[in-house]
Structures are given as structure tokens and as C-alpha cells.
């Protein structure tokens, strides 16, 4: 028994190592602040084609144009969006998009862009116009 005293009093095992403490976690250093960024030049406007176009054929080509735009705006006014069905207004959309972009055109004097535009629309104008009669 004077064993068993002497076991308990002492441990019953081996003297113990002390515990090693784990080591800090190395510090980060400190966020390094990026470099000013330069501002991107804006981009280039497009590239206006030069026009060895007499005056007169200037006009010609506007009123071909307007009168393009204007008949397609016409024929536009006429379809009753009622009678639209609902994945056809997408088409709606697509050509009041084309007439904008076509009277922009008119407005920097790019006549062929304007025309190619309201052609583009006169053709979505007549397919819509057929499928909902």
C-alpha cells in the first residue's frame, strides 16, 4: 500500500516535458497600396468616310433617306400593338431601335447608314405587318 502512496503522490507516470507553446503566426505585412492607375483615353469616334459629293447628290441622298425613314414610320404607326403577340414585341423594339439609330444617321450626315437602317426596319415592319393580320 505504502506503494500505492508513493505511486499517486508522485504521478503515475513520468515526469512530464513542459509543453511547448506553438509559435505566433509571422505578421503579414502590411497591404501594399497598388499604383495610381492612369485613366484610359476615351475611344475613338468613328471614322467619318469623306464624301466627294456634290451638294446636290447630298440632298438626293438625304430625302432617300427620309423618305425611307418617314415611310417606315408610317407603316410602324399602323400596326396595332394589340393584336402583337407577346415574343413578337421584341420585334417592335428592334424596329423602333433601327429608326432611332437611322435618324441619328441622318443627323452626321451618313446617309448610306441611315437608309441601310430604315431598310432593315422596313423589312421587320412588313414580316410583323403579315403575321398579325
Not at 505578421?27 to 468613328?46: F, G, L
Not at 456634290?54 to 425611307?68: G, V
Not at 435618324?103 to 412588313?126: C, G, I, Q, Y
Request: glycine letters at 2%.
Amino acid at each position: 500500500m505504502l506503494v500505492l502512496v508513493a505511486v499517486i503522490t508522485a504521478g503515475c507516470a513520468a515526469p512530464k516535458a513542459p509543453v511547448a507553446s506553438r509559435p505566433a503566426a509571422p505578421q503579414k505585412p502590411p497591404p501594399q497600396k497598388p499604383p495610381p492607375v492612369k485613366p484610359e483615353p476615351p475611344p475613338p469616334s468613328p471614322p467619318v468616310l469623306s464624301s466627294d459629293l456634290s451638294q446636290e447628290e447630298e440632298w438626293r441622298f438625304q430625302r432617300e433617306a427620309d423618305a425611307k425613314i418617314e415611310g417606315v414610320e408610317r407603316r410602324y404607326r399602323r400596326i396595332d400593338e394589340r393584336k402583337v403577340a407577346p415574343d413578337q414585341r421584341e420585334i417592335l423594339l428592334t424596329i423602333r431601335s433601327f429608326l432611332a439609330k437611322a435618324r441619328e444617321a441622318v443627323a452626321v450626315k451618313d446617309f448610306s447608314r441611315a437608309f441601310n437602317l430604315a431598310e432593315k426596319a422596313h423589312a421587320l415592319v412588313e414580316e410583323l405587318s403579315r403575321s398579325i393580320r
